[in-house]
């Protein structure tokens, strides 16, 4: 505990804040999940449930961070929670009422996904006001940690709680967004500088855009990171192979769901520990390589121990290449634009895991299940190789700190 992040009292909250809404997160995801394919028993409805969360969210993203720019990060936050809270509220309702028509149920995921648009952007950007830039990169390992840690804990919790039914599980969500929202207005750190006389806010939404645009290191890992998760997203199929697949129930869907959370967490512990020094890029693409190949073994697996092993290997994979492209993100962007770069990273994460979610289930809907994930896995592939030839620039990136912008 001697590290001076350790001791820092508004990181410890921070990390707090995030483990809290994480598990919530996970624990209404798998909750709506599982519920929403019990009514319509195809991967369509999973792919409705992605697609109702992403519209709001990319609708939003980007005036959130102009707004986020321009005002205090840990109000936009706390709204953003009290926002999720709201559909926590919703979905406890709907299960009350014990309504079994899905669109009620995505309607309430698209008021999640309003909040979601705002969370992106104050959230990322919130950490580089909390401590210095020297600790930042550590500081980016353990709050993934933490991250992890959640995710990890939040399905597997969701499934048990969820064994108690929906009822209990959305109340746990409730007032675990009602905490996180409360306790993020307490948080101190540095404050946006006061800032005068500049251009109006799609100005500024266009000035976030045309910096990363221009900025071939940044744009490169967002994209690769886009369409990577977006052609691979086996996640958002978990629910059809825990019940028609590997037969295992809510129980072994809570499972599946923290395996990836399993190998990504022990990434960024060790990351923590031993941030990566050189040959960023190189690493960041093999990374993603592995959770090409990692996909198409799960996709191909019918055994779960097998299932539960290529997940914690596309975990793995994950966090590294969650690792260096926060990494880069960070220390390359300057305070004033930190909203706007963040909102179009949320953007870009979004689609890939939303939009990704509901592109899975279109591609289960057309081509069956399996297939749809293994041609994600080489999709990803495809990707890599193709990002390589595109953005050299990211490929020969070494050290972290060369990103720093010039003074």
């Not at 919530?24 to 449930?49: C, F, H, K, N």
């Not at 929906?166 to 969500?173: D, F, I, L, W």
């Not at 052609?231 to 072994?252: C, E, N, S, T, Y």
């Amino acid at each position: 505990m001697s590290d001076p992040v350790y001791r820092d009292r508004d990181f410890r909250l921070f990390l707090g804040v995030r483990v809290v809404s994480t598990l919530a997160v996970m624990i209404q995801s798998v909750a709506v999940g599982w519920q929403v394919y019990d009514m319509e028993r195809t991967p369509l409805a999973l792919a409705w449930v992605g697609l109702a969360e992403f519209v709001p969210m990319f609708l939003l993203t980007l005036p959130a961070g102009a707004v986020v720019d321009h005002t205090d990060q840990r109000k936009v936050l706390s709204v953003a929670f009290f926002i999720q809270a709201l559909s926590a509220a919703l979905l406890l309702t709907l299960s009350v009422a014990q309504v079994r028509t899905a669109w009620a149920f995505y309607a309430v995921i698209a008021v999640f996904g309003v909040a979601r648009g705002f969370y992106g952007p104050s959230a990322q950007s919130l950490l580089a006001f909390l401590v210095p830039p020297e600790r930042l990169p550590k500081s980016i390992a353990l709050s993934a940690s933490a991250f992890q840690a959640a995710v990890i804990a939040g399905p597997a919790l969701g499934g048990f709680i969820y064994a108690l039914g929906p009822r209990p599980t959305y109340g746990t969500c409730l007032a675990a967004f009602c905490l996180a929202g409360l306790a993020t207005a307490t948080l101190g750190g540095r404050r946006n500088a006061p800032r005068t006389g500049e251009a109006g806010p799609v100005a500024r939404v266009r000035e976030g855009l045309s910096f990363v645009f221009s900025r071939p290191v940044i744009l490169g890992a967002i994209s690769l990171d886009l369409f990577a998760v977006l052609l691979g997203g086996a996640v958002a199929l978990l629910p059809v192979f825990a019940r028609d697949i590997l037969h295992v129930g809510p129980q072994g869907l809570g499972a599946l769901r923290s395996a990836t959370a399993i190998g990504a967490t022990c990434t960024a512990l060790v990351l923590a520990r031993y941030p990566i020094q050189r040959h960023t890029g190189k690493r960041m693409f093999a990374a993603v390589a592995l959770f090409g190949v990692a996909t198409i073994v799960f996709g191909l697996s019918r055994n779960m121990y097998l299932s539960m092993a290529a997940l914690i290997v596309l975990g793995v994979a994950d966090q590294i290449s969650v690792f260096v492209r926060s990494s880069l993100i960070q220390l390359a962007t300057p305070d004033a634009m930190r909203g706007r770069v963040s909102a179009v990273n949320m953007l870009f994460i979004g689609a890939s895991n939303e939009l990704g979610e509901f592109e899975s289930g279109i591609t289960a809907a057309w081509f069956g299940t399996v297939p749809a994930v293994v041609l994600g896995g080489i999709g990803t592939l495809i990707v890599v190789g193709l990002w390589m030839r595109f953005f050299p620039a990211l490929r020969t990136v070494d050290r972290l700190d060369s990103v720093l912008p010039q003074s």
